[in-house]
């Protein structure tokens, strides 16, 4: 069953949410979704599994990286335009970080 509303997300915690999966998402996209299930679908119950496939679906098709992709679409999904930006930025911050410092 489709919602036609999805679950509004404060954009403190969605911030907070995607800047802790960023940074312990090593391995790749399937850490990535296991990450995103178990925080947004079985703790806070604010997705479906349907939900986050979906994201994968329409994400997978699009080049570059697929995991700040599904990020972004469910930051919009949770967010809106702004809860997108904030997700996206939130869950790539612990990756750039180090990388930003080491071209100092």
């Known amino acids: 069953m489709r919602r036609t ?6 954009a403190l915690i969605l911030g907070w949410i995607c ?14 979704l296991a990450l995103i299930e178990r925080e947004l679908v079985t703790q806070r119950g604010v997705l479906t599994t349907a939900e986050v ?3 994968l679906t329409y994400t997978k098709l699009l080049p570059g990286s697929t995991g700040p992709q599904a ?12 809860g997108s930006a904030l997700a996206t930025a939130a869950f790539l ?3 750039a970080r180090p ?6």
């Open 5 to 10: 509303h999805p679950h509004r997300v404060p």
């Open 19 to 32: 800047l802790r999966i960023g940074a312990t998402a090593f391995g790749g996209l399937g850490t990535t």
């Open 53 to 55: 496939t979906e994201a």
């Open 71 to 82: 990020i972004a679409y469910l930051g919009y999904k949770l967010g809106g335009w702004s």
């Open 93 to 95: 911050f612990p990756s």
């Open 99 to 104: 990388f930003a410092l080491t071209c100092v």
